[in-house]
């Protein structure tokens, strides 16, 4: 498949919709003090869901979130 620049909007909102579902996840298990199976570096570990939420929070993602939220997501 060749990149082309009427699919960049099609990709952003396939990333944001992998992001979303990915955080969501990461919520729902911290939530209950769950683990998440994560690999690095070749290496499987088990990784606290809080651990994982507080290393991604930062305020360029939270402005990540809030900006695509309104561009990407349908409010009702």
């Known amino acids: 498949m060749v990149l082309q620049p ?4 099609f990709l952003a909102k396939i990333e944001f919709g992998f992001r979303l579902a990915a955080r ?4 729902q298990r911290a939530e ?4 998440v ?3 690095e570096d070749g290496i499987i570990k088990h990784v ?4 994982i939420l507080a ?3 930062t305020p360029q993602m939270e402005q ?3 900006e695509g939220s ?3 997501l349908i409010h009702r």
Do not use: G, M, S
């Open 70 to 72: 309104a561009k990407y």
């Open 64 to 66: 990540y979130f809030k």
């Open 24 to 27: 969501r996840l990461y919520q």
């Open 6 to 9: 009427e699919n960049d909007d």
């Open 37 to 39: 199976v994560i690999c």
């Open 32 to 35: 209950k003090n769950e683990t």
């Open 55 to 57: 290393e991604q929070n």
């Open 48 to 51: 606290p869901a809080k651990q």
